[in-house]
């Protein structure tokens, strides 16, 4: 059983599509600090660096009580210095085996530096089981996910308490999907949402589908990486490798080769040597984590909030093939307020900060005309 599981992985990428979205080094904040911020420069738009005003930052954790284990979710705070008509931004990263707060780290102090009739605070949160949170070894599903995110949006002592109605969700691949599936069912009630690179499908089942023969196959797969001696001898093998990460980042996470630098592939690679860190991937490789379970269903989710709120799609130029046709299909969708596309692969937030963060900051400026 064991050899059958690992021909069917070495057989195939374990990063496939948006499984190796990941995130940039992650400097670590202490308990609070103020941040200078100044526009990133991008070859595609060479903007000269300009001041802007000073950033609060600060980071924290919040106890997650999830059947018997409390969980502590790592999360950032970034604000800027105006008092003046707070709002708040949930940024969500996306869910791979290196998922991180610094994916969105550079969009948030981009954001929250800007002057405006708003002053935006952003709050960037880890997944339970991913980033600097906590990784125990729960049975995660999009359920648990869905919970997770309901919970800390709605509870009385969570970073997000203060956030009235006024909550934006920037959610970045299956990130975004499960906002939207949670916000169809009335268990939140997000203001807007922006769907960064939105997926549905884990790599596995985006590939070779859902038969019940490739079922039986996750099944395997899943429980060996879940495996106390042998899974972490496969994940270390197959996922926590510096040059798989690397090959696969220069391949189809960013879209320029050049910017894959060792030191980040260094730091995802220490990401995957954390306590507990082969049990999320395990579930999002072999789709136990996708929140539908097909395209007419992820275009449903986009459909049943047309009408009640404001939805931008940001799609990338240079996605997968298979991912991309999933954004794409969304270009005119129901539901869909506004799609725009950009250079990028599966992480543009994180390879071109700048370019995101001007595009999100519009979406947010076309929300508080639309509502003044």
Known sequence: MASTATSFLLSFSPFSTSFSRSRGRLHHLRKSLTIRSVSSSLDSAKASAIEKPSVASKTGTWGWKFQDNSVNI???EHEGDRSKNSKSILMIPTISDVSSVEEWREVALDITAREGEVNWRAIIVDWPGLGYSDRPSINYNADVMEKFLVEIINSSNSPLSHSGNDL???GGGHAATIALRATKKGLVKPSAIAAITPTWAGPLPIVFGRSSNMESRYGLL???LRAPALGWMMYN???????????????HVYADPQN???????????LTKRKGARYVPAAFLTGLLDPVQSREEFLDLF?????????????TLSSPKRSKAEMDALNGAKGVSKFVE???????????????????????????????
Do not use: C, H, M, W
């Open 168 to 170: 934006v969700v920037f």
């Open 237 to 251: 093998v197959l996922v926590s490798n510096e040059k798989a990460i690397e090959s696969q980042y220069k391949s």
């Open 303 to 315: 459909a049943s909030v047309d009408g009640k709120l404001p939805v931008l799609v940001v799609s």
């Open 260 to 270: 894959v630098t060792p030191s980040i592939v260094e730091s995802r690679y220490a």
């Open 74 to 76: 790592y999360y950032e």
């Open 342 to 372: 950009l250079p990028g692969a599966l992480l543009p937030q994180e390879e071109y900060p700048a370019l995101v963060a001007e595009k999100l900051y519009k979406f947010l400026e076309e929300i508080s005309e639309s509502q003044s």
């Open 222 to 224: 899943r429980g060996t």
